[in-house]
């Protein structure tokens, strides 16, 4: 595991240094806030955007941060929280699912240290959740993905089969579906956030398969350079990987967290942080959709556009009424719309998608 330490300076310029010692700790320096990502910051992906958001953070606020990637959602988690509290950490931020429990068991050794989950739900005093309403740039890209589909066939590779993951698949299926009826989903599971090998098997297993489009919820740029090699279309998962598919790749679902960072950061400046659960979207401007490339014709951007619009302005919800579950049994009445409760346990896969969910 390498570990790298930034320190701001007035004019936003990071120097390598470290946390650690007892001068440093005991200082009224800047404020000192920690990181931990389950990939590297190179992935391009997931790992690389919560970096640029710490990095923006940085540069606005003048904090001293310092990160850990590639930490296993296990034990080494709760070790590597309970170093960086220890170092004299004011606030961490743990950024996937899997370091949930570690964060509150971390949390409860440490009141006085503040921790911010992304996409979890446990929260405390000192622990907030915070996510991005991903799925609705899927539901975006799965109405871009209907519309260009020629075999009608979308491939998706998914991470783990969690929520966050399962309701993803869902939103691009049911705007895939609204946008071209002939639609169908394979999904391949591929259990890494980051394995390049194994996502790009998974890609070529699709393509075998006869999909013509590829989404993907992992978080290397593999899938979209098999793609291009291929000739098919593809997507961008958490940061704009345009420049690894030019071709191929339609657009990108970007993560944009160097707002929220910004945010959480100040407050603990100010002394106004408080435990919250934020859950931003387009409208907020937590999930962007990156340019899209001009292969995407003049009439379907104008949908996408529209689309949007209403999702950013609230008068669309992705998930709204009539939907049934895979089973045939209703999940959403015709107008109803989904409950963020129903969204944060989503574990069904909506009628129409072929296959199970693996335990």
């Known amino acids: 595991m390498k570990r790298r330490e930034f320190l701001a300076t007035s004019a936003g310029t990071a120097l390598a240094i470290g946390f650690g010692g007892p001068a440093l700790a005991q200082s009224q320096g800047p404020l000192k806030a920690g990181y931990i990502y389950v990939g590297p910051v190179g992935d391009l992906g997931w790992s690389y955007q919560h970096d640029v958001g710490r990095l923006e953070a940085v540069e606005a606020t003048g904090a001293e941060t310092s990160y850990v990637e590639s930490v296993p959602e296990g034990p080494d988690a709760e070790r590597v929280l309970t170093q960086m509290a220890l170092d004299g950490a004011q606030i961490i931020f743990t950024t996937s699912f899997g370091y949930m429990d570690a964060t509150m068991n971390v949390a409860a050794k440490f009141p006085d240290v503040k921790f911010e989950h992304a996409t979890g739900y446990k929260r405390a005093d000192n622990v907030a959740t915070y996510n991005a309403r991903f799925y609705e740039g899927r539901a975006v890209i799965g109405h871009i993905a209907g519309r260009m589909t ?3 066939t979308i491939g998706y590779i998914g991470s783990f089969p969690i929520p966050e993951v399962i309701m993803g698949i869902n939103s691009a299926y049911i705007h895939a579906k609204k946008a071209n009826p002939e639609v169908k989903f ?3 599971w591929a259990f890494a ?13 699709l393509i075998e398969q006869g999909c013509d489009v590829i989404m993907q919820h992992t978080d290397s740029t593999a899938p979209v350079t098999i793609a291009e090699e291929k000739g098919i279309y593809c997507f961008g998962q958490a940061s704009d ?8 790749l339609l657009t990108s679902i970007v993560d944009n967290w160097g707002p929220y960072y910004t945010k959480r950061l100040k407050a603990v400046m100010d002394g106004t942080w408080t435990s919250t659960d934020t859950w931003d979207g387009i409208g907020e401007g937590g999930v962007v959709i990156a340019p899209l490339n001009e292969k995407v014709p003049a009439d379907v951007k104008s949908e996408v556009e529209a689309l949007m619009a209403s ?13 049934n579950w895979q089973d045939g049994t209703e999940m959403l009445a015709a107008g109803a719309v989904i409950d963020d409760g129903t969204l944060a346990g989503m574990m069904k896969y909506v009628e129409g998608i072929e296959g199970e969910i693996p335990s």
Do not use: C, Q, R
């Open 311 to 323: 999702i950013a302005d609230k008068s669309y919800h992705p998930f709204t009424g009539p939907l």
């Open 193 to 205: 956030w980051f394995d390049p090998a194994k996502e790009g098997d998974a890609a070529k297993a």
């Open 241 to 248: 990987m345009a420049k690894f598919a030019p071709n191929a």
């Open 150 to 152: 020629k075999t009608n």
């Open 186 to 188: 394979k999904v391949i």
